[in-house]
């Protein structure tokens, strides 16, 4: 069964770490996902550029809108996500709780629609 | 003849469905993975039994055959409505494990515990895993539960569907937790029985069957799982705590529907036999050395019924026993209780100082026993008016109409002179 691990977080915050925390943030980033991949449960995963780097589309009534900025105006912007395949949701949440970003942001865990 | 068949057959599956509804549901629903799909399967299976039984007779094992029925019609049901390339594939797998259960009839194994873990699932809305449970293990109807939880039936429903769509969507699995884990898991477990048996607690009096059965209910629940985690000292402790409360019931309660308060209730109207299996249970949890809030709530109670011996509650027990609580829980109920029990061992300014200080959490505001405690203790210090006052708010925060009207005698009662 795959699950995405979707992960918010503070994006100002992060640019205000000093460097040395940042190197440890994506250390534990890196071991996390090595974790993972032995453990044989990722599918894939990327971190995202922050949010103003993000542009919104939408069409209505054949005119299309194209708006800058992230879908949600929110102080937790999605940061980054992994897709796993495990075998329940007991096993993705114990995943998500692994994630470095689970203790400075929150993880949302969701099952992927399968036929 | 036929009449009589009809109804033999109609007991037996009545029979059947009382007291292995969750039994079959829960190995169906492990099975399949999917509360609703286990729920129309033995659904069906109970309707074929009502149409087979009266003409065939009963069969020797009414569970089997019920349960054979419904893995038919959970395969019918599953080919229906799977037809994509994997259809087969699932088909398959579902066919293989159902016959390959069917092959040890003799023993249908207990998921039930498997599926109450579910239900209560960190996952599942707090608010509906005391109704799932109720409709999945006893196979209550959304429509009593919903009377029965005083939520609009049809919202109900909506919420139960919800719930096991979540389950199947998300695979929630159903398991018993490891004993790593067990006791984040078990918390949300106890906590839909003890909101069961309160509901069922809320009617005292017994009017509304629905509700008295409620709390009925929820210790049947708690004895199942106390005989399914024999080594989890909280789910003896819980069961103790309701076993205590449910022996009192008949006490709190005098003639004319009014409400007694427990220092006022006659002991010999108290249930011997539940006080006597509660004290087993509580004891049995002790053993295990593993302190618990339900444990010592079931030992405050049991440190009020020594009354029907000693003449007195223990008062300086209960106060140590709810400031261990408070430390536990951090709830300003408890310290309202621990001021109470303190007022009594102590006297009425001990218990009016520590009132004074959990009234630093603003939620006691609007909280009834907080402003029934204080007057009652005023009263007894002999500040009548602050009393009045406090009274007045009491009777203006409670819904119940018998404890309305006890407060407001209380209340009446304040000129006479009172003295600590």
Redesign the interface.
């Known amino acids: 069964?795959k699950y995405m691990l979707l992960i918010y977080g503070n994006e100002g915050e992060w640019q205000a770490l000093p460097k040395s925390e940042t190197d440890q943030r994506m250390a534990a980033y890196r071991a996390y996902t090595d974790a993972m991949i032995a453990a044989g449960a990722m599918t894939a995963g990327d971190r995202l550029r922050h949010s103003d780097a993000a542009t919104t589309v939408r069409v209505a009534n054949g005119k299309t809108n194209v708006l800058n900025g992230p879908y949600a105006e929110t102080r937790e912007q999605l940061g980054g996500y992994y897709l796993i395949d495990v075998?329940?949701?007991?096993a993705a949440?114990s995943w998500a709780a692994r994630c470095p970003g689970a203790s400075h942001g929150a993880v949302e865990?969701r099952?992927i629609w399968e036929? | 003849m036929a009449q009589e068949g009809d109804r033999d057959a109609r007991g037996a599956a009545e029979r059947t469905a009382r007291q292995g509804y969750g039994k079959l549901l829960a190995f169906l629903a492990h099975r399949m993975r999917d509360v609703t799909a286990a729920e129309d399967a033995l659904a069906e299976a109970f309707a074929a039994a009502l149409v087979d039984w009266p003409a065939g007779g009963v069969p020797d094992n009414p569970e089997a055959w019920l349960l054979t029925v419904a893995r038919r019609k959970a395969i019918d049901a599953q080919r229906r409505r799977r037809r994509?390339e994997?259809a087969a594939g699932h088909l398959q797998l579902l066919t293989d494990e159902l016959a390959a259960d069917a092959a040890g009839d003799a023993q249908i194994p207990d998921h039930r515990l498997a599926l109450i873990f579910a239900c209560a699932?960190?996952?599942i809305d707090p608010a509906i895993r005391a109704p799932l449970i109720l409709q999945t293990v006893l196979g209550f109807d959304a429509a009593t539960i919903a009377s029965a939880f005083l939520v609009a039936p049809a919202a109900m429903s909506q919420r139960l569907v919800r719930a096991k769509a979540k389950i199947r969507?998300?695979?929630?699995?159903f398991?018993v937790p490891e004993r790593t884990e067990m006791q984040d898991r078990i918390a949300p477990v106890l906590e839909a029985i003890y909101a069961t048996f309160s509901e069922g607690w809320s009617d005292p009096a017994g009017t509304e069957t629905r509700r008295r059965n409620l709390a009925d209910e929820a210790i049947w629940l708690g004895r199942l799982l106390a005989s399914l985690l024999p080594n989890e000292p909280e789910a003896l402790g819980l069961l103790a705590l309701m076993l205590f409360a449910e022996a009192r019931r008949c006490a709190r309660r005098n003639g004319a529907g009014d409400y007694v308060p427990l220092a006022e209730q006659d002991p010999g109207l108290w249930d011997e036999r539940l006080i006597d299996a509660a004290e087993t249970a509580l004891l049995q949890a002790s053993r295990m050395g593993a302190i618990g809030r339900y444990q010592l709530e079931a030992a405050v109670q049991s440190a009020h019924v020594v009354r029907r011996r000693t003449g007195s509650s223990d008062w300086a027990a209960i106060a140590r026993l709810y400031e261990v609580l408070i430390a536990l829980t951090a709830s300003p109920v408890v310290a309202i209780n621990r001021a109470i029990a303190v007022a009594e061992a102590e006297g009425s300014k001990a218990g009016l100082r520590l009132l004074d200080a959990a009234a630093a959490d603003a939620r006691l505001a609007e909280y009834q026993p907080y402003w029934a405690a204080r007057a009652e203790l005023l009263a007894r210090i002999g500040d009548i008016a602050a009393a009045a006052e406090a009274y007045q708010l009491a009777i203006g925060l409670e819904a119940d109409p018998a404890i309305r009207r006890f407060l407001q005698q209380r209340h009446n009662a304040l000129r006479a002179p009172a003295v600590d």
Do not use: K, T, Y
């Not at chain 2, 969507?169 to 699995?173: D, E, K, M």
């Open positions: 069964m075998p329940d949701l007991d949440l865990v099952p036929r | 994509g994997d699932h960190p996952a969507q998300a695979r929630i699995p398991r």
